[in-house]
């Protein structure tokens, strides 16, 4: 599956899925726009991208930002004067729920990342993705259709609201020719339970799975890839779960 010269913007690119992302993505041959708030982590990440051929564009930014969201595409138009591909990748993780009162807090902080990041992006994409006929996939989460815990209930409406735009915004963008799907994970070996607060009531070391398996990073990776291909040309507006068949149990 070769992406040479196929521009692709990663959101939350310095760990986890969208490292992972940036990395499959270089070794088939694309130009990786690397975007995150982590510049060490980034660095890293770009390293071992440019170890594969081409030197990736590295821009820190936080993306629930508007002015940030903007100036990060801005840049990558700039530098490359085209996009291929977008992937809606920033994700965190906080709690709150409506006994211990912290839900509203937990829901702002959540919607703005999760959610309303990945309409913004979108949208000031959407032009250029138009041009080169384009993909957006949006990583989402089995949270988005199963209720996890009520500690992250937030969580769960982002994703289930990310899951809802991903099927508006592929009928909106099927005529001009730009295909939109989302990727729901399950467990998967990533830092999100670790940066979602101080304290830790979830992480994967208690969640069994009917594979008895948790994924890798690389396995969700290999799906982005999928959906962004020739290979799946008639797919649009789809959510493809890939969670070691927890929801089979849950």
Same mark, same amino acid.
């Given at each position: 599956?070769?992406?040479?010269?196929?521009? %692709?913007?990663?959101?939350?690119?310095?760990?986890?899925?969208?490292?992972?992302?940036?990395?499959?993505?270089?070794?088939?041959?694309?130009?990786?726009?690397? %975007?995150?708030?982590? #510049?060490?982590?980034? #660095?890293?990440?770009?390293?071992?991208?440019?170890?594969?051929?081409?030197?990736?564009?590295?821009?820190?930014?936080?993306?629930?930002?508007?002015? #940030?969201?903007?100036?990060?595409?801005?840049?990558?138009?700039?530098?490359?004067?085209?996009? =291929?591909?977008?992937?809606?990748?920033?994700?965190?993780?906080?709690?709150?729920?409506?006994?211990?009162?912290?839900?509203?807090?937990?829901?702002?902080? +959540?919607?703005?990342?999760?959610?309303?990041?990945?309409?913004?992006?979108?949208?000031?994409?959407?032009?250029?993705?138009?041009?080169?006929?384009?993909?957006?996939? !949006?990583?989402?989460?089995?949270?988005?259709?199963?209720? +996890?815990?009520?500690?992250? %209930?937030?969580?769960?409406?982002?994703?289930?609201?990310?899951?809802?735009?991903?099927?508006?915004?592929?009928?909106?963008?099927?005529? @001009?020719?730009?295909?939109?799907?989302?990727?729901?994970?399950?467990? %998967? @070996?990533?830092?999100?339970?670790?940066?979602?607060?101080?304290?830790?009531?979830? =992480?994967?070391?208690?969640?069994?799975?009917?594979?008895?398996?948790?994924?890798?990073?690389?396995?969700?990776?290999?799906?982005?890839?999928?959906?962004?291909?020739?290979?799946?040309?008639?797919?649009?507006?789809?959510?493809?779960?890939?969670? !070691?068949?927890?929801?089979?149990?849950?």
């Amino acid at each position: 599956m070769s992406f040479k010269n196929k521009v %692709v913007f990663i959101s939350g690119a310095s760990s986890g899925i969208g490292a992972a992302t940036a990395k499959e993505f270089s070794k088939e041959g694309a130009y990786v726009v690397i %975007v995150d708030r982590n #510049e060490t982590k980034m #660095e890293k990440v770009a390293a071992e991208c440019e170890s594969y051929g081409k030197k990736p564009l590295v821009i820190k930014a936080d993306v629930s930002e508007d002015d #940030e969201a903007k100036a990060a595409i801005d840049k990558t138009i700039q530098k490359f004067e085209k996009l =291929d591909i977008l992937v809606n990748n920033a994700g965190i993780l906080r709690y709150g729920n409506l006994i211990d009162g912290r839900i509203l807090e937990a829901y702002d902080e +959540v919607m703005a990342t999760n959610l309303r990041a990945a309409i913004h992006l979108t949208s000031l994409a959407v032009p250029h993705l138009i041009k080169t006929k384009g993909s957006i996939v !949006n990583i989402s989460s089995i949270a988005g259709s199963h209720v +996890v815990s009520p500690l992250v %209930v937030a969580y769960s409406v982002s994703k289930a609201g990310l899951n809802h735009f991903t099927r508006g915004a592929a009928l909106e963008l099927a005529s @001009y020719g730009v295909r939109v799907n989302a990727i729901s994970p399950g467990p %998967v @070996y990533t830092d999100i339970y670790e940066n979602a607060g101080p304290v830790h009531p979830i =992480d994967n070391s208690n969640i069994e799975t009917p594979l008895g398996t948790i994924s890798d990073p690389i396995e969700i990776a290999h799906l982005v890839l999928f959906l962004s291909g020739d290979k799946a040309k008639a797919i649009t507006g789809s959510n493809y779960v890939s969670d !070691n068949g927890y929801l089979l149990s849950h």
